[in-house]
């Protein structure tokens, strides 16, 4: 297996250069497999924790870093999807993957330190339509092994011979797993707005928000619109998915009612337009919008602290 990242590597010390060279992939990869920049983080910090248990010599003789890397991170991430399974069946509520901010809002285009790499995970994350919120969320429907042979194919373009390797199945097994998964997605999928009419529409509906316009935010929403809400438990929310415009509405101009003062910004959340909320100076919800035509059909609003760690930290920051 290779990557495009390896040409130009210093084979004098390949650990060195793998570290260097593969960690903003490795990221890129975890993140998409496990929806958690958290849990992203982890799995990379283990895949280098196994890398540098070895010997010197046992490293040289690994004829491509970047490589073993990958595999081995894939295969963590295999078995980390395997236990969260479980895990987010005893989730309190509703399980959204972790919002990514798109960091040149917060800095301007101004790098952490002037650094050559971010000092932030978030920051190696490339916001494509493999993050955006939608996506991802397709993906936690799908088996660990659909999740991955499917990422590894179709994202991240690795032939089903590699993606074999990682997976522990045959290659004809990894082409119907990512034929499997790539079904889910196509039947998840609606007819793409431009990104323009997409920032249009969340910033009349953060108006419509902001002056509590029942019947503004209704016209704003399909008529079968769903918000699912994520707490983990630790914060108030709702626990099921609000479904119907008027059920929506009705529940936003609550939230307002009960938290006055709330402040609402535009942001990038997941390479798409969405919003943030934020009480005191600290951001208490994200929210990410999906749409159909000049309608909103989808809202996830992240409101887990645990999960809006990197969304406060730029805030701070800022």
């Known amino acids: 297996m290779s990557t495009p990242s390896e040409a130009g590597h210093d084979r004098s010390e390949p650990g060195l250069s793998a570290v260097v060279d593969e960690r903003r992939q490795l990221i890129n990869l975890a993140y998409r497999l496990l929806g958690s920049l958290a849990e992203a983080e982890d799995a990379v910090q283990e895949t280098y924790t196994r890398w540098y248990a070895m010997s010197r010599q046992q490293r040289d003789a690994i004829e491509s870093p970047g490589a073993w890397l990958t595999t081995v991170a ?177 529940y936003l101009i609550h939230i307002s009612d009960k938290a006055p003062g709330l402040t609402l910004l535009e942001r990038t959340v997941n390479g798409r337009p969405g919003l943030v909320a934020q009480h005191s100076g600290t951001t208490v919800t994200v929210a990410a919008f999906s749409l159909a035509g000049n309608r909103i059909t989808r809202i996830w609003a992240v409101r887990n602290p645990e999960k809006l760690r990197t969304w406060t930290e730029h805030a701070q920051e800022d």
């Open 74 to 250: 894939s295969r963590i991430c295999l078995d980390v999807l395997g236990s969260a399974r479980a895990r987010r069946e005893r989730y309190v509520g509703a399980w959204i993957p972790e919002p990514l901010p798109d960091r040149t809002e917060w800095f301007s285009g101004r790098s952490a330190g002037g650094s050559a790499e971010p000092a932030d995970p978030a920051d190696r994350i490339t916001l494509d339509e493999s993050v955006n919120m939608a996506f991802l969320v397709v993906l936690e429907s799908m088996t660990p092994a659909e999740r991955v042979a499917f990422i590894l194919h179709d994202v991240f373009r690795y032939p089903f011979a590699e993606v074999a390797e990682i997976v522990g199945r045959t290659p004809a097994a990894c082409r119907q797993l990512a034929s499997s998964a790539r079904r889910r997605v196509h039947a998840a999928r609606t007819p793409v707005v431009p990104a323009a009419g997409q920032a249009g529409l969340v910033r009349d509906f953060k108006q419509a928000w902001e002056a509590k316009d029942i019947k503004a935010l209704v016209g704003l929403l399909d008529p079968d619109a769903m918000m699912t809400a994520d707490g983990g438990g630790l914060v108030g929310t709702v626990l099921r998915p609000v479904v119907g415009s008027a059920r929506i509405a009705e």
